[in-house]
């Protein structure tokens, strides 16, 4: 076999797929996916938003984490001015969250420039081979499968405030629904001149153009922003648990530091000692969540752990607090991952997001812009409170499990704050419990929030009244996105698409 791939997409897999059948590297396939899922994923993301790449050389055995998450806007501004969006209702099942959407809302877009920084860095294919895949869906049309209607249908509001959004998504007055077909012809000329090397959204007309509309409608993106935007090339946050050696997103990040408190707290544990569907288990992995959540500056990170299984408090908080202090902005909605690994033992892991998206595109390129300066509960100082080119803070961690220094799989999720709670329960299946990658990634999950244990179908009605007794319980229906979506590739070539996400997986 030349490798495997894990998606959010059936065509997002095969660009990877295609890539490896052509000879090309697990960063081939990668970026080739990568690509594609702007095409075929288009309520989660879009080269108007931002990401991480998370890649292992295995003939260098090198390990580098490529940072093009947004920044925030304003370089330049001398002008007062009030960045002007819109209270945008998502009605998701049992509630409804206000997005706040429009030019206002736009951050420094990074995933393009990324794409581009990684193929020239890893990749072997020329990049029109790259974005064939791609290409071609543009040229076809994107026919509508069951979970990306669940995902527009979210969205509607958002993808059709504009004209050129409901040139794409309205059919004689209806919502595209399951089996239409979507066509970006902008991004379509767009990504042609790309694939020559015509194409820019970071200089020359496309950034003039860019930076006036935000001016005429209140947004803050400017020509020095996106002049001064670059991919940041960092090094991997490694945590070591049980056997293996974990990497994943480093700070100023946190969604990996948190991973990481997680891990400690229960590497004091020997949870293979007891059984995945008890009640030592689940108090151990509750307590842990909690521990994750509510961790603030001024706690000293007691967990107070099923009684005899003798864990002892973590010290893993420094770089946590730093983040804290310096309020760095955080954010992560609609979000996909990408996993490959290929026959040499290289590994890429690639998580993307264009948040709710904003409803705004970039003038002649299809582009939809990301809404990341515009979610309340991730400003609590106050939209636009942060300096201008600042990286955002993120949730995302695109992580590589290695074992006696070869990778053993590449995994990531999405899903805002459940991603930590996603990953963390895939790789304690996996490492603790040995579960083949499609048990681990489909048993279900739990995950505490705002006082509150969500817990999905499959645990027995003796186990949750026991957890009864010591938590607030909301027991789901179904499995749902709301649970993250884990896509992840193993070295001997196994993985899974997490069915919560419309995950897919292939090999070759």
Not at 51 to 78: C, Q, Y
Request: proline share 5%.
């Amino acid at each position: 076999m030349k490798g495997a791939a894990a998606t959010g997409h059936p065509l997002t897999t095969q660009a990877a797929l295609d890539m490896l059948q052509q000879g090309g590297n697990a960063f081939d396939a990668a970026i080739a996916a990568g690509f594609a899922s702007v095409v075929t994923e288009p309520a989660l993301t879009s080269f108007g938003g931002g990401g991480f790449f998370l890649s292992h050389t295995a003939k260098e055995k090198k390990d580098v984490l490529f940072d093009f998450f947004v920044n925030t806007p304003g370089i330049g501004r001398t002008e007062t001015i009030l960045p002007e969006m819109t209270a945008t209702p998502i009605e998701f099942p049992g509630c409804t969250q206000i997005f706040h959407t429009g030019y206002g809302s736009i951050a420094v877009p990074g995933i393009l420039k990324g794409l581009l920084h990684v193929h020239a860095r890893l990749c072997t294919l020329p990049l029109k081979e790259i974005m064939k895949p791609a290409l071609s869906c543009l040229e076809e049309g994107l026919e509508i499968n069951a979970r990306q209607e669940i995902f527009l249908n979210l969205l509607r509001p958002i993808m059709t405030s504009s004209a050129y959004g409901r040139s794409m998504y309205m059919r004689n007055g209806r919502y595209v629904q399951l089996g239409d077909k979507v066509y970006n012809p902008a991004l379509k000329d767009f990504c042609h001149k790309l694939a020559e090397g015509k194409a820019d959204i970071y200089s020359g007309e496309t950034a003039t153009a860019l930076s006036q509309i935000m001016k005429k409608n209140g947004g803050m993106v400017t020509k020095d922003d996106l002049k001064a935007y670059s991919v940041i090339e960092r090094e991997p946050l490694r945590i070591h648990y049980r056997n293996r050696v974990i990497h994943t997103n480093p700070p100023p990040s946190t969604g990996g530091i948190l991973l990481a408190l997680g891990l400690s707290l229960l590497g004091e544990v020997n949870l293979s000692a007891c059984s995945r569907e008890s009640e030592a288990f689940y108090v151990s992995l509750i307590e842990a969540m909690k521990e994750m959540t509510t961790f603030s500056p001024g706690q000293k990170g007691k967990l107070l752990l099923y009684p005899g299984l003798g864990a002892k408090q973590s010290p893993l908080v420094q770089a946590y607090l730093k983040n804290i202090a310096d309020r760095v902005p955080l954010s992560s909605r609609g979000t996909t991952h990408i996993s490959v690994i290929d026959n040499e033992g290289n590994a890429a892991s690639m998580t993307t997001s264009n948040g709710s998206g904003s409803g705004c595109h970039i003038p002649g390129t299809g582009i939809m812009l990301n809404n990341m300066m515009g979610e309340d509960d991730l400003h609590p100082g106050g939209f636009h409170a942060s300096p201008p080119n600042k990286r955002v803070s993120s949730m995302m961690i695109p992580t590589i499990v290695m074992k006696r220094g070869r990778v053993d799989c590449a995994l990531g999720s999405g899903g805002s704050k459940r991603i930590r709670t996603a990953v963390l329960q895939a790789l304690i299946n996996i490492i603790d419990y040995a579960m083949p990658i499609e048990k681990a990634i489909e048993s279900h999950r739990v995950h505490y929030e705002d006082g509150t244990v969500h817990i999905e179908p499959g645990m027995s009605d003796s186990l949750l009244q026991q957890l009864q007794k010591q938590y607030k319980i909301n027991r789901w229906d179904r499995k749902d996105m709301f649970f993250g979506g884990v896509h992840c590739a193993g070295s001997t070539m196994d993985g899974w698409g997490d069915s919560r996400r419309g995950g897919n997986f292939g090999t070759i």
